[in-house]
Every structure is written in structure tokens, then in C-alpha cells.
């Protein structure tokens, strides 16, 4: 009885899919100007997108030049939008805002525009063009809108979108020191805190930078050692002028006394070979 209705069901909402591209390949084949205008916007309150910028593709040509042209493009680049397909939306939004400057849709659309390449940037660990096309795209719209109510939203998209930045080169240095590399570790880590002023990670940077130096003494041929040994204490007392009770204070110290014992070791080399290396 249960399958005998669920197949009556499954074969009714067949007919009525069918029924429906029936009507749409109609519409867009014989349909006049205005019937496919009608049945773009019905798609479009619907929720059937798909349909919708198949039809709006036509109308963008059929009306080109005539007071519907906005309206059709404004709906055409929502119905991307829509459709989660960022990277044309986007495309679509800002082209909208270029054409039609003085439409009441264009400071919407220029946001807009910006806010489809924030949905469209990946996880930190990737290509972030997207995600600096995202930061200029939302800088232009507050620097052409700054009395928008948008402004406030833009700012908080431009810092998260900055703090990925910041994520990713972060861990990009740390991978320098992991791998080894230390002196592009020491490069980096220090550049990360210059180029980021905000950054979340800045304490970790300092404290690194410290554990670069020290590590890359200990693994230099000896006539190198002293002066690495020394850039290592630097470091730790830059990381204790801007951290004085910072958390990575007890690992910093240990560190310190590490450094410590390796340059009384070469003084001890020193005394014992009766001459300066």
C-alpha cells in the first residue's frame, strides 16, 4: 500500500517536472519579449534561477537600450548570486555598477560585487587572489560610499579577510623553521610582524624568532656560532621588551639559558686553544 502511493507520488512529481520544461522550452523558443520578461521574474520568485538566466541571457539582448535593460540585469546578476555561482555574480554586480551608476541599485551592486569574492575565498592555505581582490574590491565601495550603512559591514569583512592574510603567512614562515630553513624563517617571521601591525600571532613571531636564531647557532659550523648565539639574545630581549609577562616567557628563558651554555662553550674552546676563533 506505502509503495503503491510513494510510486503514484514519484510519478506525479515527474509529470509535473516535465510539465514545467515544457512550458520554459516554449517560452524560450516562441515566447515574445514581454511573455519571457513575465516568466524570467516568476522563475526568479520561484527560486528556479537556473531557468531564470537562461531567460535573462535573452532579454539582456532584446532589451538592450530600453528603461527594462536595468531591471532585467540588476535580477540577472542576483540570480548568479543566487545560484552560489560567486565568481560570475561578482563579475555581473560590478559591471551592473559601472553601467548604471545612478540606478538605486548601484551602490548595492558595487558591495555586492566585493562581497561575492569574500563567499569566494578559500581557507587560508590556498591562493588568496581572491581573497585580496575581495579587500581592494571593498575598500573602493567605502571609498565611493563612506556614508553607506554598508561601511561597517565592509570594514568587518576587510579585517577578517586581512586576519586570513595574516594566517597564512604566518604559517608560511613557520614552515620556513620547520623545514629547517632558518635563516628565511628569521627573514619572515620578522617580516610578518612589519607587514601585519595587528596581527594575532605577533607574540608567537617574536618568541620564534628567538628559537630560529638559537637553533640555527647550534646547527652552524663553528666559526659562525658566537655571533648567531648573540643574534639570539637580541632577539629574546626584543621578545622581553614588548612581552615582559608574555606566554611563551618560560620557553623564551629556557632558550636564553641554552644560548648561554653554548657561548660559554666556546669560550671554553677559546681558553683551551689559547687564541680567538
Known sequence: MFKNRLHIIIIGLIIVFLAS??????????????????????YYEKGDYYHAIQL???LIVLYRGTEKIERIYYYYAQ??????DYILASYHFKYFAKTFPRSPFA??????????????????????????????DMQMFINMYPNS???DEANKVIDELRLKLAKKDFYAAKNYL???????????????????????????????????????????IFMKQEE???????AYNDYMAKYPDGKYRKEADKLLHSVK????????IRKKHHRPL
Request: aromatic share 16%.
Open 21 to 42: 520544461c515544457k512550458g520554459f522550452n516554449y517560452i524560450q523558443k516562441k515566447g515574445t519579449p514581454e511573455e519571457k520578461y513575465e516568466a524570467a521574474m516568476q
Open 228 to 234: 648567531r648565539y648573540k643574534n639570539a639574545i637580541t
Open 261 to 268: 651554555k653554548g657561548l660559554a662553550r666556546i669560550e671554553r
Open 149 to 151: 550603512p554598508k561601511v
Open 178 to 220: 620547520k623545514t629547517e630553513y632558518f635563516k628565511a624563517a628569521i627573514y619572515a617571521l620578522n617580516q610578518h610582524i612589519k607587514d601585519y601591525p595587528s596581527s594575532p600571532y605577533k607574540e608567537e613571531c617574536s618568541y620564534l624568532i628567538i628559537k630560529a636564531n638559537y637553533t640555527y647557532a647550534s646547527k652552524s
Open 107 to 136: 551602490e548595492e551592486s558595487l558591495y555586492m560585487s566585493a562581497y561575492c569574492k569574500y563567499l569566494d575565498s578559500p581557507k587560508f592555505s590556498l591562493d588568496q587572489t581572491s581573497t585580496r581582490a575581495a579587500i581592494r
Open 79 to 84: 540570480s548568479y548570486y543566487k545560484e552560489k
Open 56 to 58: 535573462f541571457d535573452e
